[in-house]
């Protein structure tokens, strides 16, 4: 019998926000695994930290943050061949997963490599989406609302063209693509309506409106764009 292996979200940081179901695997699993940058601590390793047995096997992914694609994939490859003999020794194993597993999570590169040989049991933790929405006090879609999620990575001409058909807007991986974004949102006329949000739910959380933003981002923000009001709201 081989090991069924979960990918859990934690949500964007406050691990007030981890599901039960989450902590429940997160402390019974012989394996944990979870990404983390080359050189660094594990930020989602962090999150659940104080639900993490001391006896349990730990397999940190080290993940190089380039824009070039292929050491990142071969991260993947060396993580999903360390997941894998666990599994085949019957071992069950946790990868942890900042947000959502499946929306725009690292989780997906694992569950791609690994999906055709063994069980698999997603568990979907709070997006960083809905925590900023949150967090900013805006409703992202009500009744007949469209919300248009796109990331900040597009070229620009792609962004323009897509948000300006959009009713209510969420830009994930605003990084540094900020100013680009910034300068999409300011010919379109939405400035008014954008807010900033960076590391939503943590201590150095930090919201303002998109025109008071600091001139650079950290990886963990995002913009929130309110469509047109709902009357009955």
């Known amino acids: 019998m081989t090991g069924t292996l979960f990918g859990i979200g934690l949500g ?5 926000l981890i599901t039960r179901r989450a902590a429940e695997l997160i402390g019974t699993v012989p394996v944990i695994a979870y990404p983390a940058l080359d050189g660094e601590e594990s930020f989602v390793r962090s999150i659940a930290a104080d639900l993490i047995p001391g006896h349990v096997r730990e397999i940190a992914i080290n993940i190089p943050m380039t824009v070039v694609r292929e050491p990142a994939q071969a991260a993947y490859d060396r993580g999903s061949a360390e ?3 666990a599994l085949s020794d019957g071992d069950d194993v ?34 960083s989406l ?3 929405a949150a967090k900013a006090g805006m409703p992202l879609a009500a009744r007949n609302g469209q919300l248009t999620v796109l990331p900040g990575t597009l070229p620009e001409s792609e962004l323009e063209r897509r948000m ?18 910034k300068t ?8 008014e309506r954008a807010i900033y949000i ?4 943590l201590a150095e959380e930090r919201i303002c409106p998109l025109a008071d933003a600091p ?7 995002m913009i929130l764009i309110q469509g047109t009001p709902d009357p009955w709201l």
């Open 12 to 16: 964007p940081g406050d691990p007030g």
């Open 83 to 85: 997941i894998a003999k």
């Open 94 to 127: 946790a990868c942890l997963c900042e947000g959502d597993p499946f929306l725009y999570g690292s989780f997906m590169y694992l569950h791609a490599r690994l999906a055709d040989r063994f069980r698999i049991e997603v568990v979907p933790g709070v997006t």
């Open 130 to 132: 809905t925590a900023c």
């Open 164 to 181: 300006d058909v959009a009713d209510s807007l969420a830009l994930l991986k605003v990084g540094r693509h900020l100013q680009k974004l």
């Open 184 to 191: 999409v949102i300011e010919r379109l006329g939405l400035l």
């Open 198 to 201: 960076e590391r939503a739910t």
């Open 215 to 221: 001139e650079s981002a950290p990886y963990f923000s």
